[in-house]
């Protein structure tokens, strides 16, 4: 008999929603719901505006501090390392007290740093706001996914997890269309206070959001019962301890998934434009249209696509048929030397990666702790990131000793060959990914939303609540209807 980890590799009938209930439970989406989702997706957004507008300036930012581009990686290294260190702290705040409140202030935080980024003179100043930064920008990814998919029915949970997550390749788009305008105009600071203005904006409109009706029941049935904030906190730590003794394993799991991710994605992002720029001969300008293309175009299809597909064929399914998609197209991606045709492989590959990741959301929700769906995911993304944080170095240093030559301006120059050193770090990084994701647990459909929350007793235990009928299935009404 095959492995338990082979045999569920796709999901069961009835964890299949036919299409009439995802047609069903969208008309019947409220405002309210609507809205929940679109803060978390926003917030996402403003994450990416800022965290691109490094890579996308990595060349101006290295001449305003007189640093080689390899010195100036060194600020999206320790953006990547402080970031678990947020999702620490803002998971537990927002798994404590509740979606709402805790991504406004981590939104608000955020707002200020990438306002100091920009008012700062020296490297070390650059390197110490970007370090903080990655405090605030950890915080984010798990406060927003839970916020945006737990208040959603089951049937839209996949095809939302694309959505979801694509809202990052917005915010390169965005970052990029800044990079082409205002920056080719007013600078690199500008790139920055843009962002700031963005992000402040999406934290009024998480403020006038309501919270999540996940918590609004917790909240009220503990009032009702008398318990005091110190009791709730004191019952928080300890259901913490409980969950981690249950569940250490499946954490390791999830934090070597998301290393690999993250690998993946910013190994074939970060230094993207650079790649391009220095490897192919792009100018800024060319460079800039074709990671647009590659990033931004094929992310909202790749995303949509694979996350509607994981509600039929699995999550674990489809992020293995992307990620072999993706590296089928590598020699696209580095071989040729022409524009259209490195867009092209940009595209195919980017649409890989970016399908792959649109699962993510749904995957890690579903296999989280049901109590702890802000603290588990966003910890497990954080740590993978930190563990990939030297993506853009390790790529820097490969092209700092692998060398090829062009014809630049009439004339034969050594470069560094960064189309070699991408092709072998991108194809080491999706075998592995392969590896990770097909012998991983999968809990496809789950309903975590009727699970206790981390402040009540046994949600540490990952008890149901009794008789909760909050987000019921739209398939689960039709089987009751029916046998009534």
């Known amino acids: 008999m095959a492995p338990k980890f082979l045999r569920e590799l796709v999901p069961r009938r009835e964890q299949r929603p036919p299409l009439r209930d995802v047609v069903v439970a969208l008309k019947n989406l409220t405002w309210v719901q609507w809205a929940q989702f679109g803060s978390g997706w926003l917030a996402w957004t403003c994450d990416a505006i800022d965290f691109f507008a490094v890579s996308l300036t990595l060349t101006l930012l290295g001449e305003q501090f007189d640093r080689p581009t390899t010195a100036v990686t060194t600020a999206l290294t320790l953006t990547l390392l402080f970031r678990s260190v947020g999702a620490i702290i803002f998971g537990i705040l927002s798994d404590r007290f509740g979606r709402k409140w805790p991504l406004v202030i981590n939104l608000l935080f955020c707002c200020v740093l990438e306002l100091g980024t920009g008012f700062v003179n020296t490297y070390s100043q650059f390197l110490a706001v970007r370090s903080l930064f990655g405090i605030a920008m950890g915080g984010i990814w798990g406060l927003a996914s839970s916020s945006a998919l737990e208040n959603l029915p089951v049937e839209l949970r996949g095809t939302a997890s694309g959505v979801l997550q694509q809202g990052y390749a917005v915010g390169y788009l965005l970052a990029a269309v ?3 305008t205002l ?3 007013h600078g690199w600071r500008v790139i920055f206070w843009t962002g700031a203005g963005i992000t402040f904006f999406a934290a009024v409109i ?17 009032r009702a019962r008398g318990t005091t904030t110190n009791q709730k906190t004191k019952i928080f730590i300890r259901e ?9 394993l499946l954490c390791i799991y999830a934090v070597l998934l998301m290393t690999g991710f993250n690998f993946l994605s910013h190994g074939s992002q970060d230094l993207y434009p650079t790649y391009l720029q220095t490897t192919k001969g792009f100018t800024s300008h060319s460079a800039t249209i074709a990671t647009i293309i590659g990033n931004c175009v094929r992310s909202y299809s790749g995303g949509f696509i694979a996350g509607w597909g994981s509600q039929y064929i699995g999550r674990r399914l489809t992020i293995l048929i992307c990620v072999v998609f993706l590296a089928v197209f590598i020699p696209l991606w580095v071989l040729p030397s022409s524009f259209a045709s490195l867009s092209a492989g940009a595209f195919f590959v980017q649409f890989g990666v970016q399908g792959a990741w649109g699962v993510i959301p749904i995957q890690l929700a579903e296999l989280s702790p049901p109590a702890f769906r802000a603290t588990f995911p966003g910890v497990a993304y954080q740590l993978g990131n930190m563990v990939s944080s030297a993506s853009a170095q390790i790529e820097a240093t490969g092209g700092a000793h692998l060398k090829t030559t062009i014809i630049k301006n009439g004339v034969s120059t050594v470069v560094p060959d960064y189309a070699t050193v991408q092709a072998i770090f991108i194809g080491a990084v999706a075998a592995f990914v392969v590896f990770i994701t097909i012998i991983g647990p999968e809990n496809h459909s ?4 009727k699970h206790k929350t981390a402040f009540e007793e046994g949600g540490g235990r990952d008890e149901a609540i009794p008789d909760n009928t909050s987000q019921t299935s739209y398939h689960e009404v039709d089987e009751k209807t029916s046998a009534a």
């Open 240 to 248: 913490t301890k409980e969950m981690l003794k249950r569940h250490w």
């Open 206 to 222: 998480r403020a006038l959001v309501p919270e999540s009706a996940f918590f609004l029941r917790a909240k009220e049935l503990e």
């Open 446 to 449: 789950s309903h975590f939303e």
């Open 183 to 185: 920056v080719a105009q």
């Open 178 to 180: 800044i990079n082409l």
